[in-house]
């Protein structure tokens, strides 16, 4: 057996046994496997070992391995800062969208997704460390964002993501990805449902599941270590 394979077996059994500990089904919680700077021979590993949605943060890299690995009907999640004179690639090459912030690249997305394929999925990435994170929507104009987005015919919104500051404190974590159910149930109040949070990563997914995380996303774990850019 591959390390990738032994590896997404052990992030699965995490996700098992958090899905359990708190009264969770593990069929609830999706594993986004996040290839970035891996090669596309790494995803093909992933997906022989029966993992079908991986995430990118750059958008070339993105598109090339998602057009290399066309054949294997994976799901390609885009999961990093997204600035708007990329949007065309990401529109073209994606099924998710994880880190809208802004209206204006979802209008973007929306104008520049084919017309012959299903809507893009996006989920709004909500700033839930203050200053101490410069990327996502701050929590008080996420709910107006979310509602915007959700009107936009090639989009459709499925729920909210977060990437807290870095700690090891647990229960900051938890308060923090807290600020997304809460912005959640806001939104299902004004008849908006969202199926979707996504938060957790290799470090913290315990702690995400807890507080009600649908998507986890998880590159160290299954990929090991990546070389600093
Ligand atoms: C890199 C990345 C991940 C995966 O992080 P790991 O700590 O390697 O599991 C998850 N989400 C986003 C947005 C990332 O950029």
């Known amino acids: 057996m591959t390390s990738i394979s032994t590896n997404l077996q052990a992030v699965n ?13 593990a069929e609830e919680v999706a594993l986004l496997a996040v290839s970035k700077t891996w090669p596309a021979a790494a995803v093909r590993e992933a997906a ?30 885009f999961i990093g800062p997204l600035q708007s004179n990329k949007t065309r690639p990401v529109a073209q090459c994606f099924d ?31 700033n839930v460390s203050g200053e101490d994170s410069k990327s996502g929507v701050a929590p008080e104009e996420a709910v107006a964002l979310a509602h915007t987005v ?10 909210l993501m977060c990437i807290p500051e870095p700690t090891d404190d647990a229960a900051l974590l938890a308060a923090r990805f807290g ?48 070389r600093p850019a």
């Open 48 to 77: 022989a070992a029966g993992q079908r949605a991986f995430g990118e943060n750059y958008v070339q890299e993105g598109c090339a391995k998602a057009e290399e690995l066309a054949g294997l009907g994976l799901e390609w999640h």
């Open 150 to 159: 959700a009107a936009l015919p090639r989009l459709r919104l499925r729920g």
């Open 13 to 25: 059994a995490r996700i098992h046994a958090a899905a359990r500990a708190c009264g969770r089904g």
């Open 179 to 226: 600020v997304l159910g809460v912005l959640r149930a806001r939104l299902a109040g004004e008849g908006l449902e969202l199926d979707t949070l996504s938060m957790g990563m290799s470090h913290d997914l315990e702690v995400a599941i807890a507080a009600g995380a649908t998507i986890v996303r998880v590159g160290t774990a299954i990929f090991g270590a990546r």
């Open 96 to 126: 998710w969208v994880h880190s809208i912030d802004r209206l204006k690249i979802a209008e973007r997305l929306s104008a520049q997704r084919d017309v012959h394929r299903p809507p893009l999925n996006v989920c709004i990435q909500v």
